[in-house]
């Protein structure tokens, strides 16, 4: 066996049975010989074997008498474990010699037995049909049950679950093989007892079908771990009944792996696997990402090859899948350059071939420049680049490791697919980091700043809206007032932190800036009746920015009494003046001054409302002379002019403000437009 296919630098009872090696030989060897790798040599282990002479040099050259005390110590630990395996290889097989013994024993008493003479009546014995052998067996199928004998229990027997499906799983082997050969002109039982006969330990037939059976069941629960290695009993069925015989077997065995019951609560707890039924691994240990992404055999023989790492990103599962879908990917990009015909060292990419295909070595990334180790820390790094609030690693060694171990078409390659893959991530997969971020540390108050800042114009208010009672609302404020432009979620951010504290000159007049200069008292009224962050409450922010137009309600009822008594007025003052031919001409020169005086007060207006118009208001001292001119207070004229707006307009338009009389903004073009008509 060429050291290449061990996966264990110790060499276990099994490797010394197929090598055919005595462990008592590799223990002295290991024991008096160990530093010069004479013990390795013989186990095959040709490479450890060069490597501890080496090192022993080394370390003598170079004055280490540490590095050679070292090598001693594991020459004597690598004796020691091979002489306990010595003595156990010697009871294994004197318990099969001794087992043998006894079957034969027994098999020589059942004869004996059967040989001796009985002397039967049958003068009274009615003649019956004799059933055919094939109808005898096939009348009970639990007969594969009832005739098991196992000789050898192993401890993973003791899961109640895994001994059931293993129980049923063999059964349905036995049946299986049955069919098979009942076409060749022959069953099951035929094969049972011509095996039985020969009276061998290994001719337990049913005792190897069973084993298969444990071996494919403790696979399916295990994730392709076999707690017991089937291959050794597929080996006895072949010399058994045929090369063609175990091929089936092997297939049927596959399709039925598939088919075991999902494991339950023992099961799960036994082989370590996650609520879903997978086993753990140190890159998904829940299980999550598996459940999500259908991974091909050769990226889990990646993955698990991969050296783990155990910084605070791999806890956020969303984080983690990024990752692990970008290291993928690189390994796309290595996989790609081993078909393509580019200038490889054939040493590293024979290595790199077994990685993929899952014959890896116990130290594979470390004989292979830690390879696997720089492409997971790279590809780490560039998902922290990515999240927002998150610390990026140095990674200048990795890449230079990269570059050193790779041709220079795949670490182009790579250098792009990782450009491609940074431009393309999904703001919505960065936001789901976030989030599970801040649910893994609620005290992360630079990862909810981040998220709000990262969540659309629309979500956003809601999420500052759901903070408002968090211990650091006002770090979040503070720091979304710095870094966002969105002028509507900044007021929300400003009143939410002046509910709590003063607001600093500078965020005050940013306040200020952000509402209309006539709404500020209004926002100091709701800002006095204290009232949480809500949506109702950032719409009344909302509104605050513009002007807010106001209404005047009118009492018809009333207008309609006021002009009726007005025209009983007017009649009367008629009647007392048509009396008098001097009050005639009185009145007919009073009517063309009224007349004048309506059209002077048309002009008036005109005049009035142009300056305001061109300067955008009026000193109310200026105001007050314009109505002095015309014989009445200012507020009166106000008025006057505001009722003749009022047909026009429907709502008050002249206004005082802040000792200025102006337009009201909402109306400014409508009253510009009435003065061009009127000119």
């Not at 040989?115 to 009615?126: A, M, S």
């Not at 629960?221 to 045929?242: A, F, W």
């Not at 971020?437 to 500052?464: H, S, Y």
């Amino acid at each position: 066996m060429k050291e290449g296919k061990n996966n264990k630098y110790f060499v276990g009872v099994k490797e010394f049975k197929e090598n055919k090696k005595n462990p008592f030989i590799a223990a002295v060897l290991s024991l008096f010989f160990g530093i010069f790798g004479a013990h390795r040599y013989y186990l095959k282990r040709k490479i450890t074997g060069a490597i501890l002479p080496i090192t022993l040099v080394f370390a003598v050259s170079k004055d280490i008498p540490a590095l050679a005390l070292a090598l001693m110590l594991l020459s004597f630990v690598e004796g020691i474990f091979y002489l306990t395996r010595g003595v156990l290889l010697l009871k294994e097989e004197y318990t099969e010699k001794l087992t043998a013994k006894l079957y034969v024993t027994v098999k020589k008493d059942e004869i004996n037995r059967n040989t001796d003479v009985e002397v039967i009546d049958v003068t009274d014995i009615k003649p019956i049909k004799i059933p055919r052998e094939k109808e005898i067996e096939s009348k009970d199928y639990n007969q594969w049950i009832k005739n098991l004998e196992l000789p050898y229990k192993r401890s993973i027997m003791t899961v109640g679950q895994v001994k059931d499906e293993t129980i049923k799983f063999y059964e349905r082997l036995c049946n299986y093989l049955d069919d098979e050969l009942r076409k060749n002109q022959s069953s099951f039982n035929k094969e049972i007892k011509r095996l039985n006969a020969r009276g061998g330990y290994y001719d337990n037939i049913l005792y190897t079908i069973y084993c298969i059976s444990e071996g494919h069941v403790t696979k399916a629960y295990s994730g392709n771990y076999n707690y017991y290695d089937p291959d050794y009993s597929y080996k006895i069925l072949e010399s058994h009944l045929g090369r063609d015989i175990k091929n089936k077997i092997f297939i049927k065995a596959q399709e039925l792996e598939k088919n075991v019951a999902p494991p339950k609560d023992e099961t799960l707890l036994r082989f370590n696997l996650t609520e879903g039924g997978l086993p753990r691994r140190w890159w998904d240990m829940d299980g999550k990402i598996r459940a999500d992404i259908e991974f091909k055999d050769k990226e889990v023989n990646i993955l698990n090859a991969t050296p783990q790492r155990n910084t605070v990103i791999w806890d956020i599962c969303s984080a983690r899948k990024q990752i692990i879908s970008l290291y993928l990917l690189l390994w796309k990009c290595i996989t790609n350059g081993l078909e393509k015909e580019i200038k490889w060292t054939k040493k590293k990419k024979d290595n790199l071939k077994k990685i993929i295909n899952g014959k890896n070595m116990y130290y594979a990334d470390y004989e292979n420049e830690n390879i696997l180790a720089s492409l997971i820390k790279i590809s780490e790094n560039t998902i922290r680049e990515i999240v927002p609030n998150t610390q990026v690693l140095n990674i200048v060694n990795e890449q230079e490791n990269i570059k050193r171990y790779l041709p220079n078409e795949v670490v182009i390659d790579i250098n792009n697919r990782i450009i491609k893959f940074k431009s393309n991530i999904n703001p919505k997969e960065i936001e789901e980091i976030l989030i599970e971020m801040i649910a893994e540390n609620p005290n992360d108050w630079k990862a909810k700043v981040e998220r709000i800042l990262i969540a659309d114009i629309n979500t956003r208010v809601n999420i500052l809206i759901n903070f408002r009672n968090d211990e650091n609302f006002i770090k979040i404020a503070k720091e979304i007032i710095k870094n966002i432009e969105d002028e509507d979620i900044l007021l929300l951010a400003l009143y939410g932190i002046e509910l709590q504290e003063k607001l600093s000159q500078k965020n005050n007049k940013l306040l200020e800036s952000n509402l209309y200069s006539a709404n500020i008292h209004n926002y100091k009224e709701i800002l006095s009746t204290r009232k949480e962050l809500s949506q109702e409450l950032f719409q009344q922010l909302i509104e605050l920015k513009d002007p807010i137009r106001k209404k005047i309600k009118l009492d018809m009822s009333k207008v309609e009494v006021t002009k009726k008594e007005l025209n009983e007025t007017v009649n009367i003052v008629k009647e007392y003046i048509g009396q008098d031919d001097e009050a005639d001409i009185a009145v007919a020169q009073d009517e063309a001054i009224v007349e004048n005086n309506e059209d002077n007060s048309n002009f008036k207006y005109s005049d009035f409302l142009n300056k305001i118009l061109d300067s955008g208001s009026m000193d109310i001292e200026d105001g007050k002379k314009f109505a002095m001119d015309n014989g009445t207070l200012l507020n009166t004229f106000i008025s006057e002019i505001n009722r003749e707006l009022y047909e026009y307009i429907q709502d008050q338009t002249v206004i005082i403000e802040d000792d200025y009389i102006k337009v009201d903004d909402f109306y400014v073009d409508m009253v510009r437009e009435l003065m061009v008509n009127e000119a």
